[in-house]
């Protein structure tokens, strides 16, 4: 497997995830770019799944946007020149009475060959199911309130509440399970796995009551169940950057998670995952402002066959709740950084010269990264949308300063941060066409005003009041933003005044995306202009697909409340929307 090909499996919530599909365009002929891997990797015989807790306080999606579906085989391109003509047909809106009982699934797949199989057939204890549609041709979606994400490899599933077990893919039985951790106290499986070289991959939230040992990255075997390896996120005593937290006692050294789902480059056999903030979040009640807290809103680079952390970059150190988890898009690339639109450039950078990098907008911030993949060298980033707790960051060395002006000093220090603490960017799924060499975003125009809260008060785990804005001088909260990969430059924006949410780039020169409002939309991949957009009336919070039944291409979302949703509703009271728990699926007339 080439690095462009690598897919990352769906957070639990969101849908089924368009996956990001890293790299550059492969010689020979081209796979569609915006045609993702399917949820389910087949590798093999074996179906592999990984359950998840129950929500927590962590920015993710709802309980309620989890579906089921199928593999499909190569698919075929929806074309700018056709998208005029593509139908608002609808071949599975879902929203059935709730079923809380056990039920026979009746599961089909389509194999890699487009032929119907059956999986899971057995009655499965599913609670609290939320809408479950078969289709004419034996397909079934379902919703699960317990959030599940999903992989394949040599032989079987895995489910649990940070347990990982498998079933039999042809007969439903249980073949193993490995408990990882205790989900009640303090553990969060918010995202799925991912299958590296035969391991299952996955990192988790960690709420404080977890202590430092809930903030970890695992590997198991995906035979047998055995743990390989698990590695924490926060130094243990004699381990580098143990010193990183000053006299802050280890077991009040806590919340550092790695809640969305990682990315790996074969070639180089690491694992790249992001992580969250610590709390509380002003420094100054953990340890010293002046402290890095390690590692907390980094990216990790870990070799996928020890857990062994190769090399870490640090983002920014964190005041204000502004998290560092999302996707890692991993491309080979030329590296161009044009400095009329790129703020920070590493000097020794080559214009024109091909790197494997790391990029894409990690944080909350808006800003975005490329680093050498390999090594870790920062390369250049720049900022998007409004912000300004990043002063500066060090060309040579890549050390980001935070604007001293924003950062607390003791309790009751008011400020106003922006982006607020829902971002900027969040977990909504960005986009990456190898067609265009263009990554795609997302956005929020979003500030906030800030409180540092007494130690005594423990509303919340973070340590500040905040009260979201509209950032100054624009009336839109969303905003798509297209960057060029290898010059940074801003190819086109979109923005409107509803909340984006997340987006797919096809091979046909699209890019599919819904908003806080209920409006899902095709936009042409180099100008931004809407070809397409339909009102599907609750917020379109999964991750959009596209993919191929019997040689048809469809396009499919779900939609339904979520945090990120609702914090950009609350910016536009006069746009409505309803709370449906739908699926959505479109093809061409």
Request: proline share 8%; hydrophobic share 35%; glycine share 10%.
């Given at each position: 497997?080439?690095a462009?090909?690598?897919?990352?499996l769906p957070p639990c919530g969101?849908?089924?995830?368009?996956?990001?599909?890293?790299?550059s365009?492969?010689?020979?002929p081209r796979?569609p770019?915006?045609l993702?891997?399917?949820a389910f990797?087949?590798?093999?015989?074996l179906?592999?799944?990984v359950?998840?807790?129950?929500?927590?306080?962590?920015?993710q999606p709802?309980?309620?946007?989890?579906?089921?579906?199928?593999p499909?085989?190569t698919l075929?391109m929806?074309v700018n020149?056709?998208?005029?003509?593509l139908?608002a047909?609808?071949?599975g809106a879902?929203?059935?009475?709730?079923?809380?009982?056990?039920?026979?699934?009746g599961?089909?797949?389509i194999?890699?060959?487009?032929?119907?199989?059956p999986?899971?057939t057995?009655?499965l204890?599913v609670?609290?199911?939320?809408s479950?549609?078969?289709f004419?041709?034996?397909?079934m979606?379902?919703t699960?309130?317990?959030r599940?994400?999903?992989?394949w490899?040599?032989g079987?599933?895995?489910i649990?509440?940070?347990?990982?077990f498998a079933?039999?893919?042809q007969?439903?039985?249980?073949?193993?399970?490995?408990k990882?951790?205790?989900?009640?106290?303090g553990?969060?499986?918010?995202?799925?796995p991912?299958?590296?070289n035969?391991?299952?991959?996955?990192?988790?939230g960690?709420?404080?009551e977890?202590?430092?040992?809930?903030?970890?990255i695992?590997?198991?075997?995906a035979?047998t169940?055995?743990?390989?390896?698990?590695?924490?996120?926060?130094?243990?005593?004699?381990?580098?950057g143990?010193?990183s937290w000053?006299d802050v006692?280890?077991?009040?050294?806590?919340?550092?998670?790695?809640w969305?789902?990682?990315?790996?480059?074969?070639?180089?056999n690491?694992?790249?995952?992001?992580?969250?903030?610590?709390?509380?979040s002003?420094?100054?009640?953990?340890?010293?402002n002046?402290?890095?807290?390690?590692y907390h809103?980094?990216?990790?680079?870990l070799?996928?066959?020890?857990?062994?952390?190769?090399?870490?970059?640090?983002?920014l150190?964190?005041?204000?709740?502004?998290?560092?988890?999302?996707?890692r898009l991993?491309?080979d690339?030329?590296v161009?950084?044009?400095a009329r639109?790129?703020?920070?450039i590493?000097?020794r950078?080559?214009a024109g010269?091909?790197r494997?990098?790391?990029?894409?907008i990690p944080g909350k911030?808006g800003?975005?990264?490329?680093?050498?993949?390999?090594?870790?060298e920062f390369l250049?980033?720049?900022?998007?949308v409004?912000?300004?707790?990043?002063?500066t960051i060090d060309?040579?060395?890549?050390?980001a300063?935070?604007n001293?002006?924003?950062?607390?000093?003791a309790p009751?220090?008011?400020r106003l941060i922006?982006?607020?603490?829902?971002?900027?960017?969040?977990w909504?799924?960005?986009?990456?066409?190898?067609?265009?060499?263009?990554m795609?975003?997302?956005?929020?125009n979003?500030?906030?005003?800030?409180v540092?809260?007494?130690?005594?008060d423990?509303s919340?785990?973070y340590?500040?009041?905040?009260?979201t804005?509209?950032?100054?001088?624009?009336k839109?909260?969303?905003?798509?933003?297209?960057?060029s990969?290898?010059?940074?430059?801003?190819?086109?924006k979109?923005?409107?005044r509803?909340?984006?949410l997340s987006?797919v780039?096809?091979g046909?020169g699209?890019v599919?995306?819904?908003d806080?409002?209920g409006?899902f939309?095709?936009?042409h991949?180099r100008?931004?202009?809407v070809?397409?957009e339909?009102?599907l009336?609750?917020?379109?919070?999964g991750?959009p697909?596209?993919f191929?039944?019997?040689g048809?291409?469809?396009?499919?979302?779900?939609?339904?409340p979520?945090?990120?949703?609702g914090?950009?509703?609350g910016?536009?009271?006069e746009l409505?929307?309803?709370a449906?728990n739908?699926?959505?699926?479109?093809?061409l007339p």
């Open positions: 497997m080439m462009s090909k690598i897919s990352p969101g849908g089924l995830r368009r996956g990001v599909v890293p790299g365009p492969p010689k020979g796979r770019a915006g993702r891997r399917p990797v087949a590798l093999g015989a179906l592999v799944l359950a998840c807790a129950p929500a927590g306080p962590a920015a709802s309980a309620d946007e989890t579906s089921v579906a199928q499909s085989r075929v929806v020149t056709e998208v005029s003509n139908a047909k609808v071949i879902t929203n059935p009475d709730r079923l809380t009982r056990p039920f026979n699934a599961l089909t797949l194999d890699g060959k487009g032929e119907p199989r999986y899971l057995q009655e204890p609670l609290n199911t939320d479950w549609q078969v004419p041709d034996g397909r979606h379902i699960w309130r317990l599940p994400g999903l992989t490899q040599d079987a599933p895995l649990a509440d940070d347990f990982v079933l039999d893919a007969k439903g039985g249980l073949v193993w399970e490995t990882i951790l205790d989900y009640q106290k553990a969060q499986q918010t995202s799925g991912i299958i590296a035969g391991k299952i991959i996955s990192g988790r960690c709420e404080p977890g202590g430092p040992e809930a903030c970890i695992t590997a198991h075997d035979r169940g055995k743990e390989i390896w698990r590695t924490q996120t926060i130094p243990k005593p004699g381990e580098p143990y010193d000053g006692p280890y077991e009040k050294r806590v919340h550092v998670g790695t969305m789902v990682p990315s790996y480059d074969p070639e180089l690491l694992i790249y995952i992001g992580t969250s903030v610590s709390t509380p002003p420094k100054f009640r953990l340890g010293g002046e402290k890095q807290h390690l809103n980094s990216t990790l680079a070799n996928a066959d020890t857990g062994r952390i190769v090399w870490y970059y640090q983002h150190i964190d005041h204000w709740d502004l998290d560092h988890p999302f996707e991993l491309v690339t030329a161009a950084p044009n639109d790129v703020a920070w590493n000097p950078v080559k010269e091909r494997k990098v790391v990029t894409g911030t800003v975005v990264y490329t680093l050498d993949r390999q090594t870790g250049w980033a720049r900022p998007t409004a912000q300004n707790v990043v002063e060309g040579a060395t890549g050390v300063t935070v001293p002006k924003m950062v607390y000093a009751g220090d008011e922006c982006p607020a603490l829902t971002g900027g960017k969040n909504p799924a960005g986009a990456y066409s190898p067609l265009t060499n263009t795609y975003f997302p956005l929020q979003t500030c906030m005003t800030t540092a809260m007494e130690p005594t423990t919340t785990i340590g500040i009041s905040t009260k804005l509209l950032a100054a001088g624009t839109n909260v969303g905003s798509i933003h297209a960057i990969v290898e010059t940074g430059q801003t190819t086109w979109h923005e409107q509803a909340g984006m987006l780039a096809t046909g699209l599919f995306g819904g806080a409002h409006r939309k095709a936009m991949d100008t931004g202009k070809l397409w339909i009102n009336g609750s917020p379109v919070s991750y697909i596209t191929a039944v019997g048809k291409q469809y396009v499919a979302v779900s939609t339904g979520s945090l990120v949703a914090g950009a509703a910016l536009t009271p409505k929307q309803g449906a739908q699926m959505f699926v479109f093809t």
